[in-house]
């Protein structure tokens, strides 16, 4: 691997970051502290600067740890958080994390938890499509208001950029007029149900970061590494499928950074080689023509209980 740039160059928000950063929501309080403090190091040293991070995961274990691992941060280091999957605390409904007082509130969590005078970039997660859409009867709060909050948080310098996740082609377009820099959508070589949000994106010079980008345990999310076609590719090459379906979105649009996520440093190094691997025409095209469209389901408990 490239220490120096994992996957090349991509950029975020004006930021320039290696195509393959980290996901860190599983560095909560079930890893040992120290466990936590060395992937985050290794990450770092293997030249990861693009880190993504939320409040809510493991009610701020994840930040706080983040913080004792990398503070005070180096200059070009990318700290991405996410505002309304779910609240930062206790089991309220995902609804009233919606809100524009909600947000600001994770905000302000992420702020103190990272020891941050601003957030990079934040990404709103809406709730209207799923995985993890809101209870029958619940009210969907306002995009526009949503976004005024966004807006006014970036204006006092709370935070630097801002994103949304889980959203549908029209509410992207809607979006667009708030100065959107990334989308996060669950996307993988098996589930490209997003595709005309990640073309848009392209279009607009938006960073693609795909969540669920090898799968999920839940259904609509198959998992990458079991596909056959993904395994007779991987057998040929010597890597592991977990790496063949990272390349494979690296190599399909040019805009997209990765977030794949572990608490493990050789599952770490793993993800990160996977930006030195090429994928030749053949393979390209027996990978682009395995993908199914599943539909998504419900999965709302699932979803949050894995973070997203």
């Given at each position: 691997?490239?220490?120096?740039?994992?996957?090349?160059?991509?950029?975020?928000?004006?930021?320039?970051?290696?195509?393959?950063?980290?996901?860190?929501?599983?560095?909560?309080?079930?890893?040992?502290?120290?466990?936590?403090?060395?992937?985050?190091?290794?990450?770092?040293?293997?030249?990861?600067?693009?880190?993504?991070?939320?409040?809510?995961?493991?009610?701020?274990?994840?930040?706080?740890?983040?913080?004792?691992?990398?503070?005070?941060?180096?200059?070009?280091?990318?700290?991405?958080?996410?505002?309304?999957?779910?609240?930062?605390?206790?089991?309220?409904?995902?609804?009233?994390?919606?809100?524009?007082?909600?947000?600001?509130?994770?905000?302000?969590?992420?702020?103190?938890?990272?020891?941050?005078?601003?957030?990079?970039?934040?990404?709103?997660?809406?709730?209207?499509?799923?995985?993890?859409?809101?209870?029958?009867?619940?009210?969907?709060?306002?995009?526009?208001?949503?976004?005024?909050?966004?807006?006014?948080?970036?204006?006092?310098?709370?935070?630097?950029?801002?994103?949304?996740?889980?959203?549908?082609?029209?509410?992207?377009?809607?979006?667009?007029?708030?100065?959107?820099?990334?989308?996060?959508?669950?996307?993988?070589?098996?589930?490209?149900?997003?595709?005309?949000?990640?073309?848009?994106?392209?279009?607009?010079?938006?960073?693609?970061?795909?969540?669920?980008?090898?799968?999920?345990?839940?259904?609509?999310?198959?998992?990458?590494a079991e596909n056959a076609?993904?395994?007779?590719?991987?057998?040929?090459?010597?890597?592991?499928g977990a790496q063949i379906?990272?390349?494979?979105?690296?190599?399909?649009?040019?805009?997209?950074?990765?977030?794949?996520?572990?608490?493990?440093?050789?599952?770490?190094?793993?993800?990160?080689?996977?930006?030195?691997?090429?994928?030749?025409?053949?393979?390209?095209?027996?990978?682009?023509?395995?993908?199914?469209?599943?539909?998504?389901?419900?999965g709302v408990q699932a979803?949050?209980?894995?973070?997203?």
């Amino acid at each position: 691997m490239t220490p120096s740039h994992p996957g090349g160059t991509g950029t975020i928000g004006g930021h320039s970051v290696a195509r393959i950063g980290y996901g860190a929501m599983g560095l909560g309080r079930e890893l040992p502290h120290d466990d936590a403090t060395a992937v985050l190091h290794r990450a770092v040293e293997l030249g990861v600067n693009h880190i993504d991070t939320a409040s809510f995961y493991d009610d701020g274990v994840v930040n706080r740890r983040i913080r004792d691992a990398l503070a005070p941060y180096r200059d070009d280091l990318l700290i991405v958080s996410k505002v309304g999957a779910r609240p930062a605390t206790g089991p309220i409904p995902l609804a009233l994390a919606q809100h524009p007082a909600d947000l600001r509130h994770a905000v302000e969590l992420d702020l103190a938890g990272l020891g941050l005078d601003q957030i990079p970039v934040v990404n709103l997660r809406r709730a209207d499509i799923g995985p993890g859409l809101v209870a029958e009867g619940d009210q969907i709060v306002d995009l526009d208001d949503q976004l005024a909050e966004m807006i006014a948080l970036r204006d006092e310098g709370k935070i630097g950029a801002i994103g949304i996740s889980n959203v549908d082609l029209e509410t992207l377009r809607r979006a667009l007029s708030a100065g959107i820099v990334c989308v996060q959508n669950a996307y993988s070589l098996l589930n490209r149900s997003h595709e005309d949000e990640l073309a848009l994106c392209n279009e607009q010079g938006i960073a693609w970061v795909p969540f669920f980008p090898l799968g999920s345990a839940f259904p609509g999310f198959p998992k990458v590494a079991e596909n056959a076609v993904v395994q007779r590719i991987a057998a040929d090459l010597g890597v592991s499928g977990a790496q063949i379906g990272l390349a494979w979105l690296l190599a399909h649009a040019p805009n997209t950074l990765l977030i794949a996520g572990t608490t493990s440093i050789a599952h770490l190094e793993e993800n990160l080689a996977a930006g030195d691997l090429l994928l030749n025409e053949q393979q390209l095209a027996d990978l682009d023509a395995v993908h199914t469209d599943l539909p998504q389901g419900d999965g709302v408990q699932a979803f949050l209980d894995e973070g997203r």
